[in-house]
């Protein structure tokens, strides 16, 4: 049977979302079965929201050592330790 984008209602906040096909192959690779009930944005809440002890993570402001915009990292910058955001970060990390 052909996948076909499905339009979803978020459980939690009660909004529509999109359950994509290549979502569909997604879960279908992993094995799962069901579909999701909670949209992109509630699942990330309830997966930040229950991360470690249940605490939301404490997020510290920082400066790119390569664009030199503010941003915010999920670790307390050093010093002698650049700091980069996520657009320079993900330039600046090896390939593997």
Wanted: net charge positive; glycine share 6%; with cysteine.
């Amino acid at each position: 049977m052909a996948l076909t984008d499905k339009t979803l209602t978020c459980a939690e906040c009660g909004k529509s979302f999109v359950f994509t096909i290549g979502e569909q192959e997604f879960y279908s690779s992993k094995g799962l079965q069901n579909e999701p009930k909670r949209c992109p944005d509630c699942r990330s809440n309830r997966k930040q929201s229950h991360s470690g002890s249940g605490k939301s993570r404490q997020m510290f402001k920082a400066t790119c050592a390569r664009c030199g915009a503010e941003c915010e990292v999920p670790f307390e910058p050093r010093q002698e330790r650049p700091v980069y955001c996520s657009n320079c970060y993900a330039s600046e990390k090896p390939a593997h």
